[in-house]
């Protein structure tokens, strides 16, 4: 069977054959420092009576399992997954399961407080890790509805994806129930509990949305959610707009979690972030803030892409994280006080994915994943800076207009669903009239970047001609790839001090030699600037 490094023919094949409906999950983290018990109810359906699988399950031992209310033969449980066999068209499955909290971050964490020993716990889901929480069908493309429970310590707050149904007092524990959430991945779910202190508000958009922060206690003093609160409805009411839907979860809560691999984790409706992106307990400096209110964007992108429309396999994890960096830049210029943001992106993200782009190390944006193990090594310079300025790049191509316009097209037919790169290139083929088949071939499936030179004939007063000389990339070795490129060539003047344009032409730059035709024949300048942005 399967272990954890499930590949993605196994996925397919698995994903071909099941049809996940809804899963009842229920987490008792009221005992021991070391495990916990899980338990999974999940229905689901078959195309293929008789047919044999697997459900994931990460964990000490299997407390008890059963399928369509026969017992599951549990006997060489390997500690990963549970073999399931002679599936009916129409299925349900019980699997009770010890559990052990994590250590390194990824499945359920447990941590604890040195100021006040107090326990903290989260989850962490993306790639595969979600597994190691709760027995589940765990890969993007095997969607469902969630119903979570979980019983905590009495004087702990419980936060999952969605709004609390209910709390019921069981003497020195509590049963959290939370209400059910709409189809999704199962890294995206969510669990985070512990005696956090916490601040509400809500957004009034396209519809109302419960707004919550939460840290430990012992940092509350710290929070500035007034900040938080304000980036977080400039995000909402941008991205509401420029996505055309409303935001598509029931909540939203950001969460500032300790021990914390990442930045952050777009789960729905319950975001995690490092502690100190989030809570700032010295002095803080602008590009902090700005740090801070990228992030805060970038997971909120996520909820529209990532979230509601979801990679079919994590062949596609680059665009998924480059749209999301893409959106937060853009929301910050446009939606926030940070309005000098692109150049900060130009500054330190692009400049990175230069530098990675340039090491012997370089790979595709567009990385064929075949296993779990494949995606892990790939979180890297060039799916997130290099993907975000090469999407950029797409966005000048097809004309922001066009891009927006075949984005909200793309949402609005595949919402809940999954897709691949080309169901988001067909709606911007169709809105920008561009064929993108070459675009793909040459930004994301080559590595390598390209030197753009302006080639100049003038004589004493003006130009005869100016062309832009495209050379290949240095490395990989031997490269000849030369790429299309949507820039501006800018013309500059030196006058009492300054540097001010003159003239800016936008044009295709293809091939190895193109001609700026409309500066023939300008007078001489100061300055060209090739892509004068």
């Not at 420029?242 to 319950?270: R, S, T």
Request: hydrophobic fraction near 40%; proline fraction near 3%.
């Amino acid at each position: 069977m399967p272990g954890n490094n499930i590949s993605r023919a196994e996925a397919a094949e698995r994903s071909s054959h099941l049809s996940i409906k809804h899963y009842e999950v229920l987490l008792d983290v009221s005992g021991g420092a070391e495990s916990f018990i899980a338990t999974t109810k999940v229905s689901f359906d078959c195309n293929k009576v008789g047919y044999e699988s697997f459900i994931d399950a990460v964990g000490k031992r299997i407390i008890s399992a059963t399928l369509n209310g026969q017992g599951v033969d549990v006997s060489n449980y390997d500690g990963e997954s549970v073999f399931l066999k002679n599936l009916q068209a129409s299925n349900e499955l019980v699997i009770e399961i010890e559990a052990i909290y994590s250590k390194s971050g990824e499945g359920l964490q447990r941590s604890v407080d040195p100021v006040d020993n107090e326990v903290y716990l989260y989850s962490q889901g993306e790639t595969a890790f979600i597994r190691n929480m709760y027995p589940c069908f765990d890969q993007p493309d095997l969607k469902a509805t969630f119903s979570f429970t979980a019983i905590a310590p009495a004087h702990w707050q419980v936060i999952s994806n969605n709004p609390v149904k209910q709390v019921s007092d069981l003497g020195d524990k509590k049963k959290w129930e939370f209400t059910t959430t709409p189809i999704m991945s199962t890294y995206i779910t969510a669990l985070v509990a512990g005696p956090y202190s916490f601040i509400h508000d809500k957004y009034e958009g396209k519809k109302s949305i419960p707004l919550g922060i939460y840290c430990r206690k012992s940092l509350f003093e710290h929070l500035d959610s007034d900040e938080i609160f304000l980036i977080t409805k400039q995000g909402f009411a941008y991205f509401e707009e420029v996505f055309g839907l409303a935001y598509p979860f029931d909540k939203y809560d950001q969460i500032a979690v300790v021990d914390f691999n990442w930045g952050a984790m777009e789960n729905a409706g319950a975001v995690t972030f490092r502690e100190d992106l989030l809570v700032f307990r010295s002095k803080v400096t602008e590009r902090m803030y700005n740090a801070r209110a990228n992030t805060i964007l970038h997971e909120m992108a996520h909820m529209w892409f990532g979230d509601m429309v979801t990679m079919k396999w994590w062949d596609d994890l680059w665009l998924n994280e480059s749209f999301a960096e893409w959106s937060s830049y853009l929301a910050l210029v446009e939606a926030t006080k940070f309005k000098n943001s692109w150049a900060g992106f130009n500054a330190e993200r692009k400049n990175w994915a230069y530098r990675q782009d340039q090491l012997s190390s370089t790979h595709p944006i567009a990385t064929d994943m075949v296993d779990i193990d494949t995606v892990k090594a790939n979180f890297d310079g060039i799916t997130y800076a290099k993907g975000a300025s090469v999407l950029h790049q797409l966005v000048a191509h097809v004309g922001r207009d066009n891009f927006i316009k075949g984005l909200q097209k793309y949402f609005a037919k595949h919402a809940f669903k999954n897709t691949v790169l080309s169901d988001l290139l067909v709606e911007l083929e169709a809105t920008s009239g561009r064929d993108l088949s070459s675009w793909v071939s040459t930004w994301l499936q080559t590595s390598g970047v390209n030197t753009l030179r302006p080639v100049i004939e003038s004589d004493s007063e003006s130009y005869k001609s100016i062309a832009i000389k495209q050379e290949a990339p240095k490395i990989p070795a031997g490269s000849t790839e030369l790429r299309p490129h949507r820039a501006a060539v800018g013309l500059y003047d030196l006058k009492d001090g300054q540097l001010l344009r003159r003239k800016s032409v936008e044009l295709d730059i293809t091939g190895d030699l193109t001609q700026v035709k409309e500066l023939s024949g300008e007078k001489l300048a100061d300055l060209i600037l090739i892509n004068d942005h």
